[in-house]
């Protein structure tokens, strides 16, 4: 089992930027594809972007490609996500969370997750 911390949410302008970090502890994180996902109130959690175990291959949400990008660097056991041009339709809680399968994007398909950062966007 991975064990995720989340880090780097905060009160932010519209047009600002944040990036967010999951931090992971357990040998075998890099075994691991890892997300982001994304829930705001009374929404349903939201996929955000997905990066393979050796950080080869990225895949985005609709709402946030070309915005935001995904990173990862296994050697500090850690998952970046860079939020660039923030709306406040950003605004939510952000999750990381980690996965078997490659391609995953459904969050049923996530077997571990952080306890979440908020971010909100506002002026």
């Known amino acids: 089992q991975v064990q995720l911390v989340e880090s780097g949410g905060g009160l932010v302008q519209p047009g600002g930027s944040l990036r967010l970090s999951c931090a992971a502890s357990g040998r075998t994180f890099s075994s691991y594809a890892t997300g982001w996902f994304r829930q705001a109130p009374g929404k349903e959690r939201e996929f955000v972007a997905r990066i393979r175990s050796n950080g080869a291959n990225t895949y985005y949400g609709d709402s946030v490609k070309g915005r935001f990008t995904i990173s990862r660097d296994n050697a500090k056991s850690t998952v970046y996500l860079q939020m660039n041009s923030l709306k406040p339709e950003d605004t939510a809680v952000y999750y990381c969370?980690?996965?078997?399968?490659?391609?995953?994007?459904?969050?049923?398909?996530?077997?571990?997750w952080g306890q979440g950062t908020q971010v909100t966007v506002s002026s």
């Open positions: 969370a980690t996965s078997l399968h490659l391609g995953a994007t459904d969050p049923h398909d996530f077997g571990s």
